[in-house]
């Protein structure tokens, strides 16, 4: 999308062209979408493929029908779905043309900074609102008072940042949309020991 990031933190720079479609799938072994990605492809190679395409579905919006994701249930895909709340969720569609898999969903913190002594934490509340930042500025305003630091997370940031105030922090208070297919903060958080 336009929001996305075209610099050299992302891997797929020097191949992108806003608006370019594939009028066939690339000779490949699989073919991976997610989201919007189904965009990228021309209606015509969507529907003649003989390259198996995984499609990843992370959340429940999916099965919205003021989604556009919903429209893509239709494309022949196998899907695998990052929770049973996601996979409930658009097998009752009924839109859904191909095979249906859970992968229950983790995260990989072997990049991630060690938690910082529970003592030695900078914030006693980290307030995670990217999703909900009035819910989040307010909660700052009430929760500040008394001496307690407080830190509102409003706008993305780098993931390795994210972390870091995560593992600095001793109560992690985090606020998801008001439906998630899962939200993987609150397992980062509990692993890097804030209390979530």
């Known amino acids: 999308s336009r929001r996305s990031r075209w610099d050299g933190t992302n891997p797929w720079t020097p191949l992108y062209s806003e608006g370019a479609k594939l009028s066939r799938l690339p000779r490949a072994d699989i073919v991976f979408v997610a989201g919007l990605d189904w965009l990228c492809v021309a209606p015509e190679a969507r529907a003649r493929s003989r390259t198996p395409i995984i499609n990843l579905l992370q959340g429940i919006r999916h099965a919205d029908t003021a989604q556009p994701l919903r429209a893509f249930l ?10 049973a709340a996601v996979a409930e969720a658009v097998a009752a569609t009924g839109q859904v043309n191909g095979p249906l898999h859970v992968i229950p969903n983790g995260t990989d913190l072997a990049t991630a900074p060690p938690p910082t002594a529970w003592s030695a934490r900078a914030w006693d509340v980290a307030i995670a609102a990217v999703k909900a930042p009035g819910l989040g500025a307010t909660l700052r305003r009430h929760l500040s008072g ?24 001793r109560v992690a208070l985090l606020l998801p949309s008001p439906q998630e297919g899962f939200y993987l903060p609150a397992l980062e958080a509990m692993a890097l020991g804030a209390l979530v």
Do not use: Q, T
């Not at 407080?150 to 993931?159: H, I, Q």
């Open 74 to 83: 239709s494309h022949r895909a196998i899907r695998i779905c990052v929770s």
């Open 146 to 169: 008394g001496g307690r630091r407080v830190r509102l997370l409003d706008a993305w940031m780098p993931r390795r940042e994210f972390l870091s105030v995560l593992a600095e922090s």
